[in-house]
């Protein structure tokens, strides 16, 4: 993900199927674009799925922390791999920077696909919650 790519993807997190956030709600997070700009030249690092020249999806992860701090695919592209091949190149990207845990937060609500998405892939619940979503966590293998 590059800076030039910040406005777009978030609009983009605007469009999900599930857990859509309008641009509102995620400036009351402190999500904006200046904040994701500033993180970017930080040690968080982002990836984006682009195709001829529309991003379809990206994902972001904290290099300090070991989280997943977001995957977000335009519903009309779910289905063909981008998340998970997306999920993969932050996951590649956290353990080269020596974690051995990575974790993420999400909706606890079986009926929601991410539920069983990230369960597919070998996250696991902790039992955590951080206000209503849960930590799930992957251990490198």
Known sequence: MKREDVDAVLHLRTLTRENALTMEELAER??????????????VKGWVCEESGEILGFAMGDGRSGEVLVLAVLPEHEGRGIGRRLLSSVQDWLFSRGHSELWLLENPD?????????????????????????VLKLRRD
Do not use: H, K, N
């Open 30 to 43: 402190g999500i904006t674009p200046e904040s994701t700009s500033r993180l970017l030249e930080e040690d």
């Open 110 to 134: 079986p009926a929601v696909r991410a539920y069983g998405f990230y369960r597919s892939l070998g996250w696991l619940p902790t039992g955590e919650f951080r206000g209503e979503e849960q």
